[in-house]
């Protein structure tokens, strides 16, 4: 049974990577036999090669891919280096579910709520006796810059708390405490011993979240869309835009560009590797040279982006009950809520339907992460991890319309069924690699011990190992529904624009419609994610208290019988 289960797995999970690149590769080369095109060639590509400013926009990705990549990298290791093991790291803990709850386009959103042209940031400084004109063009520093400083940064911030996550297994497998005990005794400070002893193994074994996070630098549309450059863009919208052409004869061009996007993000993963070869193993002299280094302000830096996302939320609110809101006042002169009442029949269809479109792909990606890490335990047979992650190191565009076209040849109309597929194939890999550190750190020899006491193995999993596991279960759900609620793509690609979902409505609106409604999108948006994360915490907390009540009891009760009953 559980051998069936995990080939389903791979058929659901795996076959559709192959199927959309094989579908992108023949498009491509002008192969697409629904629109009577059945001559190859390479006329794709050289259109593709030969639009103006295509190089531009293809180093802009490049260099935007690698530089959040690695400041994201860096500030995630400033964090980890000053609080881990500390009263500090307990409240970094605690503030991973909220920050992770924002998805990536409420989270642009507010951030060009604070630093457009004419957002809060300017309004302060007006406050503070800096006035500008917010129609100069060198105030466009952060928000649709033509450098994509705006988007490097956004990207970096909103993926230190997903490689923060990763690294709470990754630095529990590599024994901190002892390595800082054995470096003290060698004459290592504890900034040192970071970086020497504990950089090189948390970075390699770091190597599966932080290329997943570079695929999505390079290949990211919705947040681009917000605030990334517009003249030209960066790669993946200028392919999306090809996409969406209304002449189906420049198909090819739009598929071409996708298998460059390929090709870079291929390119990109092996510089990455080259990088942490060279870093952990090629040049060594620095991790013995030496036994002086330097502590990074981890805790003022995660303070500061704490503040800064908490900040979004309530700046959104108020723009949504804005009426009246003149720049420089620090604050509208007039608020309603007749934005609220405008939207509220179309926004509460769009809620419902991001519900239940998460709520069916993260309950069976879990089901299916469970069942492919069980069998990875009790079967030496067993595909890769690097293969279940390909769908989170590919860009989305050089899959989703090899996807399409073989849904095509199925049944093209069941629109609400392919988008809760494509949701599921996204979201699984996540799940699975969050279930990861959870499955490695368990004991197995609790099970074999229940299981030598008689009982049959799903009872020994729902009885002792379940229990145990529940909080990082019920952790792995809330991100499969995070990552749910924040796709783009696969619902425009899949859903042929009839499934909308509020990433879908706030991209849309984000771009030159009024900001009201588009902070309500994006407040529900964000609030979304937060309430099942909550709902994971409190839950997983609940039980918790549950199983110490008998503990407890249990105790008591023995106690009670050791008291001697003589005077």
């Known amino acids: 049974m559980l051998r069936a289960s995990y080939l389903f797995i791979l058929l659901i999970c795996v076959l559709p990577t192959l ?42 990705t490049v260099y935007s891919g690698l530089a959040s990549t690695y400041l994201a990298c860096l500030l995630t290791f400033t964090i980890l280096q000053a609080t881990w093991g500390t009263r ?21 959103i507010g951030f060009a709520f604070l630093f457009a042209p004419t957002g809060m940031g300017m309004r302060l400084l007006d406050v503070v006796g800096i006035s500008a004109d917010p129609n100069a063009s060198d105030l466009a520093l952060l928000i649709k810059d033509p450098h994509a400083l705006g988007l490097i940064l ?6 230190v708390p997903f490689l923060l996550l990763m690294s709470i297994s990754i630095l529990q497998q590599v024994k901190v405490n002892r390595v800082e005990k054995v470096a003290a005794s060698l004459g290592y400070s504890r900034a040192e011993a970071w970086w020497k002893c504990v950089f090189p193994q948390w970075l390699s074994k770091l190597r599966f979240p932080l290329l997943a996070v570079m695929a999505y630098g390079l290949s990211v549309v919705d947040v681009a869309l917000i605030i990334g450059p517009t003249n030209p863009p960066t790669f993946a919208v200028l392919v999306w835009q090809w996409f969406n052409d209304p002449d189906l004869a420049l ?14 993000s291929l390119v990109l993963i092996g510089v990455a590797r080259l990088i942490e070869w060279a870093v952990t193993q090629g040049f ?35 723009w949504s009950v804005a009426q009246r809101w003149r720049f420089p006042d620090l604050l509208p002169s007039r608020y309603s809520l007749r934005f609220w009442e405008y939207e509220w029949d179309a926004i509460l269809g769009s809620i419902e339907q991001s519900i239940v479109i998460a709520l069916i792909s993260a309950t069976l990606a879990l089901v299916m992460a469970l069942l492919a890490h069980e069998y990875r335990l009790r079967h030496r047979i067993q595909v890769p991890g690097y293969i279940i992650a390909v769908p989170m190191l590919v860009p989305q565009l050089s899959i989703l319309f090899g996807m399409q076209v073989a849904t095509l040849y199925v049944n093209g109309d069941a629109h609400f069924f392919w988008v809760c597929w494509a ?91 009024d900001r009201r409604v ?8 964000a609030l979304l994610p937060f309430l099942f994360f909550s709902l994971a915490i409190l839950t997983s907390r609940l039980q918790l208290t549950l199983r110490r009540k008998p503990i407890k009891e249990l105790f008591h009760n023995e106690l009670m019988s050791r008291k001697p009953r003589h005077s």
């Open 19 to 60: 199927f959309g690149l094989a579908g992108v590769a023949v498009s491509s080369v002008g192969y697409i036999p629904p629109l009577d095109m059945h001559l190859v060639s390479l006329n794709g590509f050289s259109k593709v090669f030969a639009w103006e400013g295509v190089w531009r926009s293809i180093g802009m």
């Open 88 to 108: 500090f790291w307990r409240k970094v803990e605690v503030s991973l579910s909220p920050l992770l709850a924002v998805p990536h386009v409420a989270f642009a």
């Open 154 to 159: 956004v990207l970096a911030l909103k993926e």
């Open 251 to 264: 198909l090819p061009r739009a598929s071409a560009g996708a298998v460059v996007l390929l090709a870079i």
């Open 284 to 318: 060594k002299q620095w991790q013995y040279a030496g036994r002086t280094g330097f502590a990074l302000p981890g805790k003022t830096l995660f303070v500061g982006m704490l503040t800064l996302s908490i900040s979004m939320i309530p700046l959104m609110l108020i």
């Open 423 to 513: 949701h599921l194939f996204f979201a699984f890999p996540y799940v699975y690699l969050s279930l990861d550190g959870p499955w490695r750190s368990y004991d197995e020899r609790l099970t074999r011990a229940a299981l030598s006491l008689g009982k049959s193995p799903l009872r020994v999993w729902l009885k002792v190992k379940m229990p145990i596991l529940l909080p990082a279960i019920l952790f792995a759900w809330a991100i499969g529904i995070s990552v749910s609620l924040a796709q783009y793509l696969p619902t425009l690609v899949l859903g042929a624009g009839r499934i909308t979902t509020l990433t879908t409505e706030a991209v849309a609106l984000s771009s030159g419609f």
């Open 518 to 525: 588009t902070a309500i999108y994006a407040i529900w948006q």
